[in-house]
């Protein structure tokens, strides 16, 4: 079943000064009745979203992403990534009209792409897994365009890379994308990194017109190679608009439609689909786990602040949410946590804080209240990593870094803790031992197919119902289920003392 919507309206367009969120849950509505949403909708809610100087700018723009987009993609269904493309369609379509989608439209145009039905026409067989027979010799380059969030980037597009590298391993991977790819896949065999931003939280025409900076990459990563020699492995990226827009000849893409139906597997995590549509696309049978690769840099600092704590229980705490309060356990949950933990002798918990200001305070606070309990507390920041050693043997550590440098210091861990972020995926692929809280997940599918997955699979995952009532006990309740967990981690882990 769908998760319900709140406020759910009637059926039909609603009128021109009806704020976004009504018009983004009548949307939803019919598609959850199986009704035929008006698409007329996105057009409205984009008219409002361009209009910066006006009030309902931002939160015309969050009930299309929010509300709309998001929606339809945590449903993992086929139906829902159709209505997705279409609203996307739709989406390039407006940016196209307007001055600053211009060069977007012409190029385009160049293509022989006019509108967004010729995009659909374009997408949809690239979305089914038709194998790629073509040459082994002939392949020269991968282009894999990221997902933009990190956790998607492990558990897909390194996959993808990996299993690229095994079919043509003499070509060239290039991962295009964010800063975090060098820092988290600095040795995988094969690839080179294309640096390209992305503006995640930027405007209705900064999401959708960066477009031609990627075809251009693309374009010049051809310009010295012969003919059809680049093939684009598209793992549902926001910088193609989930695959609408080309980076090369159709013939040489293949879109890999991550939020699908699934009927010949059993509840599959998003690596587990990754592998199983490389099998089908690739003519290969080799599954590849999700791997992370910190750059050295990273490793070595790490190394330098651990020297000497063989005999610690060193944890690392991560209680970001992506920006997506609901799948965070309130307050105090962390404290109650941090408190069990701190029951097992010789205990080092490292608390991300995160690059946003309320994960700043959240650490700031959380330390506070552990000295006024007598705990040993410190904060440090990446620059300082390298110089440091491990300051006590039983405390809290906060930290503020890079992603890079907490997945060194996870390499150095002895477990993790966090809920549905990039950082499961991190921890999972390096094999750390984890306690991950599944909290406000849509539905079952969702839930799934985020979860991460590990070569050895040590991780509790800790299961809330979107609907869960938290009061003082129930949050309580949820601490010590995760502490007796790390008390199980702590109890199997050799050559601590106690």
């Given amino acids: 079943m769908r998760s319900k919507p709140p406020d759910i309206t009637p059926q039909g367009r609603l009128g021109a000064d009806a704020p976004p969120q009504a018009i983004a849950s009548a949307f939803i509505a019919d598609f959850i009745a199986g009704r035929e949403p008006e698409l007329s909708a996105i057009d409205q809610l984009c008219a409002m979203a361009v209009k910066e100087e006006q009030p309902t700018a931002r939160p015309a723009l969050n009930a299309l992403y929010g509300s709309i987009i998001e929606t339809l993609c945590d449903d993992f269904t086929t139906s829902g990534m159709q209505l997705t493309a279409r609203v996307l369609g739709r989406l390039l379509d407006f940016t196209r009209a307007t001055e600053p989608g211009r060069e977007m439209n012409e190029l385009l145009n160049s293509l022989g792409l006019p509108n967004s039905d010729a995009l659909l026409a374009r997408y949809t067989p690239l979305t089914e897994p038709r194998p790629l027979d073509l040459p082994a010799n002939s392949i020269k380059k991968i282009l894999i365009p990221s997902r933009v969030t990190i956790g998607a980037d492990v558990a897909i597009s390194g996959v993808l890379a990996q299993r690229a590298h095994r079919c043509w391993p003499t070509a060239e991977i290039l991962l295009v994308g964010p800063n975090h790819l060098p820092q988290l896949f600095a040795e995988l065999p094969g690839v080179r990194y294309l640096p390209l931003a992305y503006e995640r939280y930027g405007g209705l025409v900064e999401r959708i017109t960066g477009w031609p900076r990627l075809y251009h990459i693309a374009r010049r990563e051809q310009a010295d190679l012969p003919p059809n020699a680049m093939l684009v492995l598209d793992p549902d990226s926001r910088l193609t608009q989930l695959g609408l827009l080309p980076l090369t000849a159709a013939s040489h893409s293949r879109i890999f439609p991550s939020r699908t139906d699934v009927s010949d597997l059993t509840r599959p995590c998003l690596a587990e689909l990754a592998n199983h549509w490389c099998d089908r696309v690739l003519g290969q049978d ?96 990446e620059e300082e990593l390298a110089e440091t050693t491990l300051p006590f043997k039983h405390g809290v550590i906060g930290f503020q870094g890079s992603i890079g440098a907490m997945a060194g210091l996870m390499q150095r861990a002895r477990g993790f803790f966090g809920y549905d972020s990039c950082c499961q995926h991190i921890a999972a692929a390096l094999d750390l031992p984890s306690v991950i809280a599944f909290a406000g997940a849509p539905n079952d599918r969702f839930r799934d197919r985020w979860r991460s997955q590990g070569r050895h699979g040590h991780t509790h995952i800790i299961a809330v119902n979107s609907d869960t009532v938290y009061t003082r006990a129930r949050i309580e309740a949820l601490a010590r289920e995760a502490a007796a967990a790390f008390r199980r981690i702590y109890q199997s882990t050799p050559g601590l003392l106690s």
């Fill in 286 to 381: 080799s599954h590849q786990w999700p791997v992370v690769t910190p750059h050295p840099e990273y490793h070595e600092a790490a190394r330098r602040f651990m020297a000497g704590g063989d005999d610690v229980f060193f944890l690392i705490l991560s209680p970001g949410v992506g920006n997506n309060e609901k799948k965070r356990i309130p307050d105090p949950f962390e404290q109650y946590l941090v408190r069990a933990l701190l029951e097992l002798p010789n205990t080092v918990v490292l608390v991300d804080s995160g690059t946003r200001q309320r994960g700043r305070q959240r650490v700031t606070d959380l330390l506070a209240a552990m000295r006024s309990s007598g705990v040993s507390t410190t904060f440090l920041r």
